[in-house]
């Protein structure tokens, strides 16, 4: 079983994307389609900070 992961507070915890803009996305959610393409790439590189995309690899 995988454990649940909070990557936004996770994200806002760490500093690394620390400016006002991303800073409220990640608070307040989206309100548009460019934010919802900003949060995505928040998330990608989350993804690659953290290596979870290494471990996709394995499992396919």
């Known amino acids: 079983m995988k454990e649940e ?3 936004k507070k996770e994200l806002l915890e760490s500093g ?10 990640l608070e307040n959610g989206t309100k548009n389609f ?4 900003y949060l995505g790439y928040m998330y990608s590189r989350w ?3 953290t290596g979870l995309d290494k471990d996709d690899l394995v499992d396919n």
């Open 16 to 25: 690394k994307f620390n400016n006002k803009f991303s800073k409220n996305i």
């Open 34 to 37: 460019i934010q919802g393409i």
């Open 47 to 49: 993804r690659k900070i």
């Open 5 to 7: 992961i909070d990557w």
